[in-house]
């Protein structure tokens, strides 16, 4: 079993759509392993996108992502990291097929809903980010 660090997003949380989202989840067959609703920092989104960092758009995401609650997971299934992916959809929602979470909750490509690791290693680094081993059961 792959896991996966996945997050739904302020503007989601913010719109009622977490349920969902999480029953989505469930429904696609993945075991939620850890979950907690928090408030992320402006420090801890730095620290979080700090692969970013040079982007022009560093400023409004790192600002979004501490604008609100957000619902912090972590998802295990085979192949976790890219059936999440899949199950999210494009970054932008205007390219994500339909029926993906981006596509159906989603209002523009900053404010997208979810986030998920791109790759197994990514996904361990985020996961300690967010969670203690003994918070994963
Ligand atoms: P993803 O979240 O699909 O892994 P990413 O890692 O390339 O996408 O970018 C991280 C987040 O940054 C993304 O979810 C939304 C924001 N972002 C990416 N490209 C953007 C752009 N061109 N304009 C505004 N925000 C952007
Ligand atoms: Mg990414």
Redesign the pocket.
């Known amino acids: 079993m792959e896991r996966t660090y996945a997050m739904i997003?302020p503007d989601a949380v913010k719109a009622g759509n977490a349920g969902n989202i999480i029953a989505r989840i469930e429904t696609e067959g993945f075991k939620i392993a850890g979950m907690k609703r928090i408030r992320v920092s402006l420090a801890q989104a730095q620290a979080f996108?700090a692969?970013?960092k040079a982007?022009?758009?560093?400023g409004?995401?790192t600002e979004?992502l501490s604008s609100g609650p957000v619902v912090a997971m972590v998802l295990e299934k085979d192949n976790a990291v890219k059936a999440w992916?899949d199950l999210?959809g494009?970054?932008?929602p205007a390219q994500a097929e339909a029926n993906t979470i981006?596509k159906l909750y989603a209002k523009?490509?900053?404010?997208?809903a979810?986030?998920?690791?791109?790759a197994p290693e990514t996904a361990a680094e985020e996961i300690s980010f967010f969670f203690a081993a003994a918070e994963l059961v």
């Open positions: 997003k996108y692969v970013h982007r022009p758009f560093f409004e995401l979004f992916r999210m494009a970054t932008n981006r523009s490509i900053g404010e997208n979810a986030h998920g690791s791109d």
